[in-house]
């Protein structure tokens, strides 16, 4: 069994190409930060094949999956299944955490939408 405690850097943490930091990841949960996204109509739908459960520091949006529309305010927190077509519109200047179960990885399923 490994023990080993893992510290990640801010400073040296990768970012994606959807303006997500990535925060720690383990062998079967990784974390993400959105920081001060900009306001947006919204993207293209889209299925990811991992849990998101997301936390809102800061902001405001609203999480469209399926035929469902969520308001997210700070303090709030969502929860999307795998594999369910969704997107986020930012409504206010956005911040939040989010965890992903398998782990979205730097360069692996976390590509834009395209």
Same mark, same amino acid.
């Given at each position: 069994m490994d023990t080993t405690v893992k510290k990640i850097? +801010?400073?040296a943490s990768p970012h994606g190409a959807m303006g997500q930091t990535y925060l !720690?990841? $383990? =062998? =079967? @949960?990784?974390? +993400? @930060?959105?920081?001060?996204?900009a306001p /947006? !109509? $919204?993207? /293209?739908?889209r299925a990811r094949p991992y849990e998101t459960i997301g936390y809102v520091l800061k902001g405001k949006a609203r999480l469209h999956l399926g035929e469902? +529309?969520? @308001? @997210?305010e700070k303090g709030d927190s969502w929860v999307v299944p795998p594999n369910a077509e969704h997107t986020y519109e930012i409504l206010e200047t956005f911040s939040a955490i989010e965890a992903t179960a398998p782990p979205a +990885?730097? $360069?692996?399923r976390d590509a834009p939408a395209d």
């Amino acid at each position: 069994m490994d023990t080993t405690v893992k510290k990640i850097d +801010r400073d040296a943490s990768p970012h994606g190409a959807m303006g997500q930091t990535y925060l !720690a990841s $383990g =062998k =079967k @949960l990784s974390m +993400r @930060l959105w920081e001060d996204e900009a306001p /947006t !109509a $919204g993207k /293209t739908p889209r299925a990811r094949p991992y849990e998101t459960i997301g936390y809102v520091l800061k902001g405001k949006a609203r999480l469209h999956l399926g035929e469902q +529309r969520v @308001l @997210l305010e700070k303090g709030d927190s969502w929860v999307v299944p795998p594999n369910a077509e969704h997107t986020y519109e930012i409504l206010e200047t956005f911040s939040a955490i989010e965890a992903t179960a398998p782990p979205a +990885r730097v $360069g692996e399923r976390d590509a834009p939408a395209d």
